[in-house]
């Protein structure tokens, strides 16, 4: 009857599967995840964004969890501040 291996052997590949999994998939995700919070909440006034739903317009006013945008002349549409995917061009 061959002898099995100590428990900490066998855990090593484990452990070992789950550190590259945290450094290729989770870690990058939380950096990502913080950059976007912070520019969500560095947002201004005549800043250029994109929103999640594709839409292009420019921050007119930021409230607490919303922002409003300008999309066209007379056309303006309160977004919450999560929507906002990408800052294009950051206000003079």
Request: zero cysteines.
């Amino acid at each position: 009857m061959p002898q099995q291996p100590p428990l900490v052997m066998q855990l090593v590949p484990m452990l070992l599967i789950f550190g590259i999994f945290y450094f290729l998939v989770i870690r990058p995700e939380k950096k990502k995840q913080k950059d976007h919070l912070e520019m969500v909440k560095n947002l201004h006034k005549n800043d250029e964004v994109v929103t999640s739903g594709g839409l292009h317009g420019v921050v007119v006013n930021v409230k607490d969890t919303t922002v409003v945008l300008r999309l066209d002349e007379n056309v303006r549409v309160e977004f919450e501040k999560d929507a906002v995917l990408v800052l294009k061009k950051k206000a003079e």
